[in-house]
């Protein structure tokens, strides 16, 4: 069986899915592994090392063609589906459900797409989870980039000059991404507080040495599967008020809140920008989604009467080596449940609960 790894279209994606460690795993287990010229080297991977790890370069339009499992970050266009063989697979790291040409071709063609950031909150799926390798990385990203653009020291010190205040950090949604930007803060020596609609929240933020904001009397906002869903307006005003009175004592607002398959919930208003001390920041990890807070535009930095703005789309991507090592083992562990080493094969069953979940094939859309 023949697994393939192609470069993204997009150039701003630093990120792969194949690590020398899973391409050893592979190898070992008869898989032949195809890559592109230069695939890793923005993870600092060369072109040797794959080799001698016992992967081959191949073209790219010989990787379609020949590949049973095609590997790519994300599928923007259909024109490689083109070149696909019929009964192919790709695994991606997100599909958008609204391309329907691709889905249209995926029935021409009988092809398969999985997509990882549709897989089930279940224990079998924790060791495929790309969303929370993917946000913790996130989560201490946003931390590192706020405070070198924070034009001040984070942590409190002692000097024969006097004493230097800690940085007060304050982190809006206390998922994967949230907790690990609290653990990072707190590491930096930053004061932090955090909010999140979830009351279960409240115990992860105080563990991890933080103060939880929240709004008295404040309804659970949590789905079954653990993920935030949307406020009533009576909570939204409530948070407000409360948000107001919080924020313009910050130095670093860290925004991770999203509802998914929704647009970001704006959290932050522009009132509530300008309401912050000139050379404080605010990163919005949901610029993407359209953003949790005012002014924040995608894969920019805004600066408004002095308040800083970062809305950089893909933190992971900024350390993509770490990034990468983490995707190719949450990739392989998912090769491993498809792969029939019996037979070397592909072997997709569709009464599975991952699969069901991940399998992007039309029929299910």
């Given amino acids: 069986m023949i697994i393939g790894a192609l470069h993204e279209k997009n150039n701003a994606e630093k990120r792969i899915l194949l690590s020398l460690e899973t391409v050893k795993k592979l190898s070992k287990e008869k898989l032949t592994i195809l890559f592109a010229k230069g695939y890793g080297l923005n993870s600092n991977i060369s072109d040797q090392e794959l080799i001698d790890s ?3 370069i191949e073209t ?9 499992v095609v590997l790519k970050i994300s599928l923007e266009k259909s024109d490689e589906i083109e070149l696909l ?11 958008d459900k609204k391309n329907l040409e691709i889905l249209k071709n995926l029935k021409n063609k009988n092809i398969n797409i999985f997509s990882l950031d549709f897989l089930p909150r279940i224990t079998r799926a924790q060791s495929m989870d790309i969303l929370s390798s993917q946000a913790n990385l996130a989560g201490y990203r946003s931390v590192i980039d706020s405070s070198y653009e924070f034009n001040r020291a984070v942590p409190m010190m002692m000097t024969a000059a006097g004493t230097v205040t800690p940085a007060k ?13 609290i653990a990072t803060a707190k590491r930096l020596g930053g004061v932090v507080s955090a909010t999140d609609v979830r009351l279960a929240s409240k115990e992860q933020v105080e563990s991890l040495g933080g103060k939880f904001v929240f709004v008295e009397d404040m309804e659970n906002l949590e789905t079954a599967g653990g993920y935030a869903k949307e406020a009533s307006e009576d909570f939204k005003k409530k948070q407000e008020e409360l948000l107001k009175e919080t924020v313009k004592k910050q130095d670093i607002i860290i925004c991770t809140a999203l509802i998914p398959g929704k647009k970001a919930p704006r959290i932050i208003t522009e009132e509530m920008v300008l309401s912050m001390k000139p050379g404080s920041i605010i990163c919005d990890l949901a610029a993407a989604q359209g953003g949790n807070s005012a002014f924040s535009e995608p894969d920019k930095i805004v600066e408004k009467n002095g308040i800083k703005i970062i809305g950089y789309t893909n933190f992971a991507s900024r350390i993509s080596e770490t990034a990468s090592n983490l995707l190719a083992k949450n990739i392989y562990n998912f090769i491993d449940l498809i792969y029939d080493k019996e037979n070397k094969t592909i072997k997709i069953d569709k009464e599975d609960e991952i699969i069901k979940s991940v399998l992007m094939n039309g029929d299910s859309q």
């Fill in 60 to 68: 790219e339009e010989n990787i379609l063609k020949k590949s049973d």
């Fill in 54 to 56: 016992g992967a081959t």
């Fill in 85 to 95: 063989k019929n009964g192919a697979n790709i695994v991606l790291n997100n599909f």
């Fill in 169 to 181: 950090f304050f982190i809006i949604g206390a998922g994967v991404a949230g907790l690990q930007a």
